[in-house]
C-alpha cells in the first residue's frame, strides 16, 4: 500500500455530488502538476502549471484533445506544502454533472487513478502532516451538526488531544527507561531511582489516563447528540412536550394513556449544542406483551440517557406520589453523568400550584404547560447549564471509542505496573506491562498501527477527502 501511495497519482471529486454551482476536483501526486499541464491552457497561451509555483491560482480552459470542455481555476499546493503532503491540484470548475464527469475521465484516460474513500487524508497521515487521531478528526469536522461537535473535532485536529498523549507516552518512557536502566546493572546491585517516586510517577500517569477516559461520556454526547430521554407515568404529557421542545407534531398525542408504545427520537440545537430527545412509553404495569416491551425500552433508553426529564401531571399527582415514582430511579442516578429534571405539566389547568411542590429541593423542577408552550425556554435552559457546568474551556475530551478503548487497555497495563512496583516485584516483571501501556497509548496516534486499522478508519470517510 505505501509504495503505491508514493508512485502513484490519485484524483476524485472532493464537493458534493449533484449539480451546483461549482465543483472541485482534486488530484494529489507526482503527476497532478505535468497530467493537468497537458489538458489545462490559458487565454495567453503562455501558463505552464508543470512550472508555476506552489500556492498560486490559474485561470483557463480544460480540453479533451480540441474540444474545450470548461473554463476553470486550477490551484497548486507543492510538496510538501500541501494538505497531503504531495503535490496537490484542486480544479474549480462549473457545477454540471456531465462536466465534473468529462474532467474525471479525460484524467483517468491519463493513467490518474480514482481515489478510494478518505485517501487524499490517509496520505496527509502517511506523510507526516497528521497523525491518526488528528486524521480522525478530520473526519468528525465534516460530520459535526453543532458548535459543540464542530469545537471537538477542531481542537482534536489542532492537535491537543495528541500533544497529551504524547506527554503521557514520554512520561511512560522515562519510566520505562529508568527501570531497564537498574535492569541492565542488577548484577552491581545499583539502584536508579526510589521505589517510591516510582510510584509517585506511575500513580500521576494512571490520574490523567483515568481523566481522559472519563471524558468519553460527555465527549461521545457532544458528537452524537446529548441524549434526553422523556419519562413518566401515562398520560403525563410527554408527546406533548416533545412535540413542544421539538416545534413540530413529531409524537401522536391523545388523552388515552399509553398511546406511545415505543421510542420516538429527535435532535435539535441548542445554544451550540445537539441533544437526542427520545419520547418513551408510559411507566406503569404492563397490560399486554406490547406494552411490556415498550417499557421495557424505556427503562433501556433512561440508562442510556445522560438528562432525565420525569414529567409528572400537577393535577393528578401529589408531592409523595412524585418521590414515591422517583425511588425507581435511585440506582440508575447514582452515575456521576446523569441528571434528573422534574416537568410539571398542564399548569395551564391549575389557577395556583399545588402544595408541597415547593419542597422540591433534591431535583431541579421546571413547571410547563407543554399543550400552551409556555416555559418551555425553561427547559433549554436548564439543559444547557448542566452541559456547560461539564466542559472546561481548553480541558482534553475525548470522543472517538478506539481512542476510548485503547486507553482502557492502556489503564490496565498501567495497573499491572503499579501493582507490581507495590508487590517490589523486579524490573525485568514490570517493564513488559509498560511497553504494553506504550503499544496502546501509540495506538490512538498512528505510531503503531498497521493496513487493516488504516483501512478501517478511513473506508469511513467520503471519496474526495
Known amino acids: 500500500m505505501r509504495n503505491e501511495i508514493r508512485d502513484d497519482t490519485i484524483c476524485a471529486l472532493s464537493t458534493p455530488p449533484g449539480i451546483g454551482a461549482i ?49 476553470v481555476l486550477i490551484s497548486i499546493f507543492r510538496a510538501p506544502h500541501s494538505y497531503t503532503g504531495e503535490d496537490v491540484v484542486e480544479i474549480s470548475c462549473h457545477g454540471s454533472v456531465y462536466v465534473q464527469q468529462r474532467i474525471l475521465e479525460i484524467l483517468v484516460s491519463k493513467k490518474i487513478r480514482l481515489a478510494k474513500p478518505g485517501e487524499f487524508t490517509m496520505r496527509a497521515f502517511l506523510n507526516g502532516k497528521l497523525d491518526l487521531s488528528q486524521a480522525e478528526a478530520v473526519a468528525d469536522l465534516i460530520a459535526s451538526r453543532s458548535e459543540a461537535s464542530h469545537s471537538l473535532a477542531i481542537r482534536q485536529m489542532r492537535g491537543g488531544f495528541s500533544e497529551k498523549i504524547r506527554e503521557l507516552r514520554q512520561k511512560l518512557l522515562d519510566l520505562v527507561s529508568l527501570i531497564e536502566l537498574e535492569l541492565d546493572f542488577s548484577e552491581e546491585d545499583v539502584e536508579f531511582v526510589d521505589r517510591s517516586e516510582l510510584l509517585r510517577l506511575l500513580k500521576e500517569i494512571e490520574s490523567e489516563v483515568r481523566l481522559l477516559i472519563r471524558s468519553f461520556s460527555l465527549g461521545n454526547a457532544m458528537k452524537y447528540g446529548i441524549p434526553v430521554a422523556i419519562t413518566g407515568k401515562p398520560n403525563a404529557g410527554k408527546s406533548t412536550l416533545l412535540n413542544a421542545i421539538l416545534n413540530e407534531e413529531r409524537a401522536i398525542v391523545s388523552e388515552i394513556p399509553g398511546t406511545t408504545r415505543d421510542t420516538i427520537e429527535d435532535t435539535i440545537v441548542i445554544g451550540g449544542y445537539s441533544f437526542r430527545f427520545i419520547d418513551t412509553a408510559g411507566l406503569r404495569e404492563a397490560e399486554n406483551e406490547i ?79 407543554a399543550k400552551r408552550r409556555e416555559n418551555i425556554h425553561l427547559i433549554a435552559e436548564n439543559l444547557l447549564q448542566k452541559v456547560s457546568r461539564r466542559e472546561t474551556p481548553g480541558e ?60 478501517n478508519i478511513f473506508g469511513r470517510f467520503c471519496i474526495g477527502k
Open 23 to 71: 465543483a472541485v476536483i482534486r488530484l494529489s501526486g507526482p503527476r497532478s502538476l505535468s497530467v493537468c499541464s497537458e489538458i489545462f491552457r490559458s487565454p495567453s497561451g503562455k501558463t505552464d502549471l508543470a512550472r508555476a509555483g506552489s500556492h498560486t491560482i490559474h485561470f483557463g480552459t480544460i480540453s479533451d484533445g480540441d474540444q474545450p470542455v470548461d473554463d
Open 291 to 369: 406494552e411490556s416491551v415498550g417499557i421495557e425500552r424505556t427503562w433501556q433508553k433512561i440508562r442510556d440517557a445522560e438528562i432525565i426529564l420525569y414529567v409528572f401531571d400537577v393535577r393528578e399527582d401529589s408531592f409523595a406520589g412524585v418521590m414515591e415514582s422517583l425511588k425507581e430511579f435511585r440506582e440508575i442516578m447514582e452515575k456521576e453523568s446523569k441528571h434528573l429534571v422534574l416537568i410539571g405539566n398542564k399548569t395551564d389547568k391549575l389557577k395556583t400550584l399545588p402544595k408541597g411542590f415547593s419542597e422540591f429541593v433534591e431535583f431541579d423542577t421546571v413547571f410547563v404547560s
Open 396 to 455: 482534553v475530551i475525548i470522543s472517538n471509542t478506539r481512542h476510548y478503548e485503547a486507553l482502557r487497555n492502556t489503564l490496565e497495563s498501567i495497573n499491572e505496573v503499579y501493582s507490581g512496583l507495590e508487590k517490589n516485584l523486579s524490573p525485568d516483571l514490570l517493564s513488559p506491562d509498560i511497553r504494553k501501556a506504550l503499544y496502546h497509548l501509540g495506538e490512538i496516534t498512528g505510531e503503531i498501527t498497521n493496513d487493516d486499522i488504516l483501512g
